[in-house]
Nanobody
Framework: QVQLVESGGDLVQPGGSLRLSCVAS????????MGWFRQAPGKERDVVAT????????YYADSVKGRFTISRDNAKNTLYLQMNSLKPEDTAVYYC??????????????WGQGTQVTVSS
């Protein structure tokens, strides 16, 4: 079982940037496709971006395409999400998780505590 800890969320102005990190425990991180998800108040948790186990293929939700970049470092058991040109509608709690399959397979692990991203002037 992979355990996940997200960090990097903050309050940022529209147009700003943030880099989220997700550190995974356990030896199986590099075996899984991984994804970032987000949940805004009163809304369901949605997929934001996903990446194959080897980092060669990525998938993005239309709402973040061209602004966000997902990447991973298997040697550090860490998943990243670089977020540029942030908009108020990006405000949400962001979570990472392993996936059954890429690009949009269901999450397989327990959810971590998430990290809050707030985009506001």
């Amino acid at each position: 079982q992979v355990q996940l800890v997200e960090s990097g969320g903050d309050l940022v102005q529209p147009g700003g940037s943030l880099r989220l990190s997700c550190v995974a425990s356990g030896r199986t991180f590099s075996s899984y496709a991984m994804g970032w998800f987000r949940q805004a108040p009163g809304k369901e948790r949605d997929v934001v971006a996903t990446i194959t186990w080897n980092g060669r293929n990525t998938y993005y939700a239309d709402s973040v395409k061209g602004r966000f970049t997902i990447s991973r470092d298997n040697a550090k058991n860490t998943l990243y999400l670089q977020m540029n040109s942030l908009k108020p509608e990006d405000t949400a709690v962001y979570y990472c998780n392993a996936l059954v399959s890429w690009p949009t397979g269901r999450p397989v692990g327990s959810w971590g505590q998430g990290t809050q991203v707030t985009v506001s002037s």
